[in-house]
Nanobody, 123 residues
Framework: QVQLVESGGGLVQPGGSLRLSCAAS????????MGWYRQAPGKGRELVAR???????NYADSVKGRFAISRDNSKNTVYLQMNSLKPEDTAVYYC?????????????????WGQGTQVTVSS
């Protein structure tokens, strides 16, 4: 049906930057909202940023002014530019996409998740 593939995680020093990417592929009719979530050890999954198809965005208070979400609708891809990273940003980052897809007979709607990419901020 639909697959989300993330890339761009890694180890970075405090104050550094990383850019995450997530590409949706498969029998996609249209991708609506896309977003990034994160889960730190021992904590629940939390919203980092979301972006609608027309480019409207919202951010968690903890990342406002440091992170920027964007998307390329022609590639069904969402990006997360992370600047001024802090140790508390360390987590597994997951992308999410609200997709309309075809199963060959009709259009269905489902929210998909990526496999997660580790971001570690440490000196």
């Amino acid at each position: 049906q639909v697959q989300l593939v993330e890339s761009g995680g890694g180890l970075v020093q405090p104050g550094g930057s990383l850019r995450l990417s997530c590409a949706a592929s498969g029998s996609i009719f249209r991708v609506n909202d896309m977003g990034w979530y994160r889960q730190a050890p021992g904590k629940g999954r939390e919203l980092v940023a979301r972006i609608s198809r027309d480019g409207s965005t919202n951010y968690a208070d903890s990342v406002k002014g440091r992170f920027a979400i964007s998307r390329d609708n022609s590639k069904n891809t969402v990006y997360l530019q992370m600047n001024s990273l802090k140790p508390e940003d360390t987590a597994v980052y997951y992308c999410s996409a609200d997709c309309l897809y075809t199963n060959g007979e009709s259009i269905q709607r489902r929210n998909y998740w990526g496999q997660g990419t580790q971001v570690t901020v440490s000196s």
